[in-house]
């Protein structure tokens, strides 16, 4: 049983499209989070939710849109993708406190053309 | 504003040598800091994390950490490395209450026989 999902593995699109990345955990945790990862390796925080409501949101261009239907769900929307979108996504999740681990998913490898 | 440093991009150690991955922070008071393991092509696996208390943390897979407050460090070791170490690893921290996760750029670890 995978604890922390993302959908799809990999994503190649063109410039300019829209596209969304799916996030789901069975943890039963209350909050998160979407991370971006360079092709640099460096990771940045996005977004997080904590019971479906917007807690964290990082100096992210509005073309990204994060939305959580419910707890165990957190959707990344992408519109008019651009070069500099190429990165792998994660996605995380935990109970919501500062001491609690964050359990990862495996990742969405986007390359934009 | 806190801050986590990783001065090795790259170390490169033989089987059954030890290793020693370094982390410093930039912080007022004492954060939440954690060491996280990424295999290629994986997601992020937590290896360990100090809050408080035993400043040496035990951790999975047989790695150890130690946190000096008059250093600023929290240095990452293991005694005698497996081909199956070889991966990224990454220093974080969070000081808010909805664990807002702060990277360090991360260590490439290569190991050889």
């Known amino acids: 049983d995978t604890a922390v999902s993302q959908t799809p593995k990999y994503l190649v699109t063109q410039m300019g499209n829209d596209k969304s990345i799916k996030c789901e955990q069975n943890?039963?945790?209350?909050?998160m989070y979407w991370y971006k990862q360079d092709s640099k390796k460096f990771l940045k925080i996005m977004f997080s939710?904590?019971?479906?409501?917007?807690?964290i949101n990082e100096t992210v261009p509005n073309r990204f849109s994060p939305k959580s239907p419910d707890k165990a769900h957190l959707n990344l929307h992408i519109n008019s993708l651009e070069l500099g979108d190429s990165a792998v996504y994660f996605c995380?999740?935990?109970?919501?406190?500062?001491?609690?681990?964050?359990?990862f998913g495996p990742g969405t490898r986007l390359l934009v053309l | 504003a806190q801050s986590v440093t990783q001065p090795d991009i790259h170390i490169t150690v033989s089987e059954g040598a030890s290793l020693e991955l370094r982390c410093n922070y930039s912080?007022?008071?004492?954060?939440?800091l954690f060491w996280y393991v990424q295999s290629p092509g994986q997601g992020l696996q937590l290896l360990l994390k100090?809050?408080?208390?035993?400043?040496l943390v035990q951790g999975i897979k047989g790695f150890e950490a130690e946190f000096k407050r008059s250093q600023s460090s929290f240095n990452l070791r293991k005694p005698s490395v497996h081909w199956s170490d070889a991966a990224e690893y990454f220093c974080?921290?969070?000081?808010?209450?909805?664990?807002?996760?702060?990277f360090g750029a991360g260590t490439q670890v290569v190991v050889t026989p």
């Open positions: 912080y007022g008071a004492t954060p939440y």
């Open positions: 995380a999740s935990n109970q919501g406190l500062s001491q609690e681990t964050q359990y």
């Open positions: 974080a921290l969070t000081t808010d209450s909805w664990g807002k996760l702060q």
């Open positions: 100090y809050f408080s208390g035993d400043t």
């Open positions: 943890l039963g945790h209350d909050t």
């Open positions: 939710y904590n019971n479906k409501e917007l807690i």
